[in-house]
């Protein structure tokens, strides 16, 4: 067995063959939605998420074992390869571990430490290191070297100091006993830059900011980081700060108890002790410093990104309103309502401009435009951009329905994120070449509330606008990540063969942007696919891309009713034997619930097929083509409440649900302005993840607390028990948002919540103030 499939095993806590199986498909070619869906049996069930951790770690430990192959051959040409040494390095589990142990041996510059060895000093550093009873000055006198520039007995110990502290540096097993000990009690310190108070005013929290490295949340890294990359903070790590402390234990402590030094009173006491205070000061210091924050950073950006994922996929497997004649309304003041009705498959059918508000005020007119449009196209639902204007738009487009006295059209605001990047991109300039690109974004808003999936891929995922510091991460994991949630979510669909564009497509497992596109052009030239089979006809195409995209894609009407399933071609002749041994047709074999529910698996196991992909055939044969994705429904915002300046203390709105952050969720209300609530908030229950209660695009009713209408912000409440200030218009509150506590008594040993100080809740608010400015 891969001592690398073990340790990811352990790590997974699954079974090796598993792992060996899954490594052994992902080394092949195979995608991972592929594996988790169609290869089961190999992998013993193995899920995407499991998968997706496995490639990560996969390629952690593989680097890792390359870098060791390497440091061993480097040392055993140095002719320093100990038996002990090569057992270290290959027991080192870590990437910082390994390079620890290489420190000693790795090529560097010419170093004060090695003039001093190479003048002959490394005698006297033993020996003044291994007997505390010697007196320094006077057996430095025997080692004084003029010609090596070690003129006087001050000069020799000075080499020797350097000697030493460059020991203590390179020592892998101090350097994770002080590791260890800044994980467990150092602080991270953040203090304003002096004379900055003032342009630094959005950074107030952190101006005299203290707290412990382990407990620093991700958002308040990112801010920090942020804020001293803007010159504004200035951050250190305050490696001993429980000095009052009965239980304290210093760095030098550490160091001192490392090497067994036992300083008192002894004549070269004095000595060692300075060594030891220079070799922290100008070696590890510093060093571990930068590695904290360097660990501080990349454990931030993780859970930043994390946080952009899951919301990501929250927005990408929304509730599709479906396959029904939409307009598309992307409002506006000055310029106009741009206006776009697409048919059910998206395509375009009209377009027009109107001018409904300030200044032009054409409101009769508008009203009428969007009647005859609606009237003539039959258009069922009418999506709202909910930028600038949107509620006004809304009021207009209320009065339009009421026009219809049967078959009503429904109302629906879209959020617009990312639909200005789409409009502006190749991909909407090539689709709709003689289009205007304010256009274009009301088609995108049309299309995304039929199928936001499909729409949203178009859009450069960081675009959408529901991160948490996501400029601040690195760009590639933050790419990568999005990425794999993409391709997850498009999988877990499916696409329909015909009429999916290329950048859906290209999503699909096992194609390529190359082979997406190449699926459309054959589309456009032959016409609609009529069997999964044809696609190895299509340029590039070969059978190994057919074997990963197939059970994704779907055909509608096609020759084989099958095709239209999650059920991959690979496993057609199962149901064709089905199909003889019940005789029956496919047609009243397809979602035959009776019949399918008494098919055992012991008649087919001649068939090279496992219980679990057996299993997996018949429930997909029992509801074919089934949409992971929830029921539509969306939230209705309250009338009369357009602006935070309508927002009274005590009201109780519906809204949905913008992002989710680690220290809370953004809700829309409807008033342009998303409000914060508080991850203590969100319900009586202690919460660690405000996933475990929201996530983006839920349909949420909260309650008013208080907002800052000169800030725009707004602080809310899913608790609706929770009293609110005495009653006023908060328009006028200009306070600081606070934290509220619950009606309900907290219970005794009920475990803290985290993250609940105002000072959190005035970050969050502040990030609230980024993502609007972002979503515009």
């Known amino acids: 067995m891969s001592p690398i499939a073990q340790q990811i095993a352990q790590e997974l806590n699954v079974k090796t063959p598993q792992i060996e199986a899954a490594i052994q498909l992902l080394d092949d070619g195979s995608t ?3 594996i988790a869906r169609y290869r089961k049996e190999a992998t013993q069930g193995l899920d995407d998420g499991h998968l997706r951790t496995l490639a990560t770690r996969l390629g952690y430990l593989r680097e890792l074992e390359e870098r060791r192959q390497v440091v061993l051959t480097n040392i055993a040409q140095q002719k320093k390869l100990t038996d002990a040494l090569k057992k270290a390095i290959e027991q080192a589990d870590s990437k910082t571990r390994l390079e620890d142990l290489y420190l000693p041996y790795k090529p560097k510059r010419r170093t004060k430490g090695q003039i001093a060895i190479e003048a002959g000093l490394e005698p006297l550093a033993d020996k003044l290191f291994g007997d505390l009873q010697l007196n320094p000055e006077l057996e430095a006198k025997a080692f004084i070297n003029q010609g090596a520039g070690f003129e006087n007995a001050e000069a020799v110990l000075n ?14 097993d101090l350097l994770a006993k002080i590791r260890s000990h800044l994980k467990k ?12 108070q003032n342009e630094a005013g959005k950074y107030k929290d952190y101006f005299s900011h203290h707290e412990a490295l382990k407990s620093v949340p991700a958002h308040r890294m990112l801010a920090m980081l942020r804020g001293r990359n803007e010159g504004f903070l200035r951050l250190s790590i305050d490696v001993d700060p429980n000095s009052d402390s009965k239980s304290y234990c210093s760095a030098h402590d550490i160091i001192q108890q490392h090497y067994r030094l036992r300083i008192s009173q002894q004549t070269g006491a004095k000595f060692i002790a300075s060594v030891v205070q220079q070799a922290w000061k100008q070696k590890l210091l510093g060093h571990f410093e930068t590695e904290c924050f360097g660990v501080l950073r990349d454990k931030a950006e993780l859970a930043s990104i994390k946080v952009f994922a899951n919301n990501l996929k929250d927005l990408l497997m929304a509730a599709p309103a479906g396959a029904k004649v939409t307009m598309g309304i992307d409002p506006g003041l000055r310029t106009g ?15 027009a401009t109107i001018f409904p508000h300030e200044p032009q005020k054409n409101w009769d007119k508008s009203m009428r435009t969007l009647v005859n449009l609606a009237r003539q196209h039959k258009v069922e639902l009418i999506a709202i951009g909910n930028g600038t204007g949107s509620r006004e738009t809304d009021k207009l487009v209320a009065e339009v329905i009421a026009q219809f006295e049967e ?9 617009e994120a990312g639909a200005s990047v789409y409009s502006a991109s190749e991909l909407a300039a090539a689709e709709f070449p003689d289009l205007d690109v304010s256009i274009r974004g009301a088609v995108s808003i049309a299309r995304r509330l039929q199928d936001p999936l499909a729409e949203l891929v178009k859009i450069d995922p960081k675009a959408i606008g529901v991160g948490q510091y996501q400029h601040d991460v690195s760009q590639s994991l933050l790419t990568a990540s999005l990425d794999d949630v993409i391709e997850d979510c498009v999988n877990a669909v499916g696409v329909d063969l015909n009429s999916a564009s290329a950048s859906l497509l290209a999503r699909v ?12 052009n054959y589309r456009d030239q032959h016409g609609v696919f009529t069997e999964r089979k044809e696609l190895l006809k299509v340029a590039r195409l070969g059978p190994k891309a057919f074997e990963q ?40 074999l397809i979602a035959n619930e009776s019949v399918l529910s008494n098919t055992q698996f012991s008649d087919y196991q001649t068939l090279s097929v496992g219980q679990l992909t057996f299993d997996d055939i018949i429930a997909e044969l029992k509801k074919p083509g089934r949409d992971p994705r929830p029921e539509f429904k969306t939230a209705s915002f309250k009338e009369g409440v357009e602006s935070i300046n309508d927002l009274k203390q005590g009201m109780i709105l519906e809204g949905v649900v913008s992002n989710v952050a680690n220290f ?11 409000g914060l609530v508080h991850i203590s908030a969100l319900t009586n229950k202690f919460v660690s993840d405000p996933r475990e209660v929201v996530k983006a695009g839920d349909v949420v009713t909260v309650k008013v607390l208080e907002c800052d209408v000169a800030r725009k912000r707004i602080n809310l409440t899913m608790r609706l028990d929770d009293k609110a200030p005495a009653a006023k218009h908060v328009g006028n509150n200009k306070n600081k948002p606070t934290q509220h506590k619950a009606s309900k008594p907290k219970n005794q040993g009920q475990k803290p919540r985290k993250d609940t100080s105002p000072a959190n809740a005035a970050m969050g608010n502040a990030f609230a103030d980024a993502f609007a400015k972002l979503k515009k």
């Open 32 to 34: 991972v939605p592929f």
């Open 337 to 351: 309502c741009k206006v776009a009705v697409v048919d059910g498959t998206g395509k375009l059918l009209h377009t």
């Open 549 to 588: 995209a197939a059970g994704f894609l779907r055909i509608r009407s096609g020759n084989n009713k099958l095709d239209n399933t999650g059920v991959h071609p690979e496993s057609y002749p199962v149901i064709e034997a089905m199909i003889k041994q019940l005789n029956v047709e496919v047609d009243n």
């Open 185 to 196: 009690q150092a602080h991270l310190s953040s203090k304003v830059v002096k004379a900055k």
């Open 509 to 520: 497992a096992g194609l390529s942007k190359t082979m997406a596109q190449n699926i459309v």
């Open 664 to 674: 809370g969720a953004f809700v829309d209300i409807g008033v342009h302005q998303d």
């Open 407 to 415: 078959k009503k059209p429904s109302k629906i605001v879209v959020s």
């Open 159 to 172: 080499g020797v100091t350097s000697i030493l502290a460059e020991r203590f540096a390179e020592d892998a």
